[in-house]
């Protein structure tokens, strides 16, 4: 159950990095975190009134609310990173926060059989590799590196955050809607701040509407990307669950070759494969 649920959150945080990159690319990276969250939060909150999650509130959703004003920092670190590049270099290292939840894994006393432990390392050499790193070429400027590990880091945290906000299902939902309305508070403001210092909310032709539909799946896919990681924590090795979860730059690395015919280079062809052995070992072990 562990590796099912985790490898459905790699495909679903991997479709919705696509989804939010194609996004980005017309509108602000701002305003669509911020409209996505929101449509994910209208849709949780119908699901807290549904299930009466609201009887599961405790202080473990403080845990929601830490992830939640983690998330947005960590999402803008890296998209200011990537503007700084280069994407070969960026990209791949943002990956390295998979060690935040597997580190914590670690603490609280898990100890992965052998078999595991080499699919994990094979398993994030993989993911490195995927990103197509780029070995030579334009230099790296120091604030980019920052920036990458500041957002390697919260990623990692966020992981690791949601896994401890809730222990039953209707609590999921009660903790994913208090994360998401953390974040739409988070984005809000910082759309704000970016707006009065001259910054664009809008696309020069106005709001897009067209687009509500992508919205919505970024927002709802990244929602249900939390959950499933979440389940896959609580019945499993989290540091099993973590590699497995962070396997998402293969999925969008993938749907980029399928949908906008760019050509797999052949460093994340290895990295794309290497990944997929260390996923078969992390799920035999």
């Known amino acids: 159950m562990t590796a099912l649920f ?18 980005t690319r017309r509108t602000p990276a701002l305003t669509v975190v911020v409209v996505s969250q929101s449509i994910a939060v209208v849709v949780l909150g119908a699901l807290v009134v549904a299930t009466g999650a609201w009887s599961e509130a405790g202080p473990q959703l ?15 670190a890296f998209y200011k990173a ?7 270099v960026v990209s791949p290292l943002g990956s390295i926060g998979v060690a935040v939840p597997v580190g914590v894994g670690l603490m609280l006393g898990e100890r992965p059989g052998l078999l595991q432990f080499v699919g994990i390392l094979v398993a994030v050499a993989g993911v490195c590799l995927a990103g197509g790193p780029q070995f030579r070429g334009a230099p790296v400027q120091r604030q980019a590196i920052a920036l990458t590990l500041l957002a390697a880091f919260g990623f990692g945290a966020v992981m690791a955050l949601i896994a401890e906000a809730s222990t039953t299902l209707t609590g999921l939902f009660l903790a994913l809607f208090v994360q998401r309305v953390t974040n739409v508070a988070a984005g809000g ?32 896919a990244d929602v249900a990307a939390n959950g499933t990681y979440s389940i896959a ?25 399928g949908v906008l015919r760019e050509r797999l280079r052949a460093v994340q062809a290895a990295g794309a494969g290497l990944a997929l052995v260390g996923t078969v070992l992390l799920a035999s072990g």
Do not use: C, E, I, N
């Open 6 to 23: 985790a490898l459905a959150t790699s495909l679903l945080w991997g479709l919705a990095d696509f989804g939010g990159g194609l996004l």
């Open 233 to 257: 924590a609580q019945h499993g090795p989290v540091t099993v669950a973590a590699v497995l979860a962070s396997l998402y730059p293969v999925v969008t690395a993938v749907a980029a070759r």
């Open 82 to 88: 990537l503007a700084l590049g280069p994407m070969g």
């Open 189 to 220: 403001l910082a759309l704000f701040v970016s707006v009065r210092r001259g910054g664009p909310a809008l696309p020069a032709d106005g709001f897009p509407w067209r687009t509500l539909p992508a919205l919505a799946f970024v927002g709802l």
């Open 62 to 76: 403080w845990f929601a609310v830490a992830a939640g004003l983690v998330g947005p920092v960590a999402m803008l």
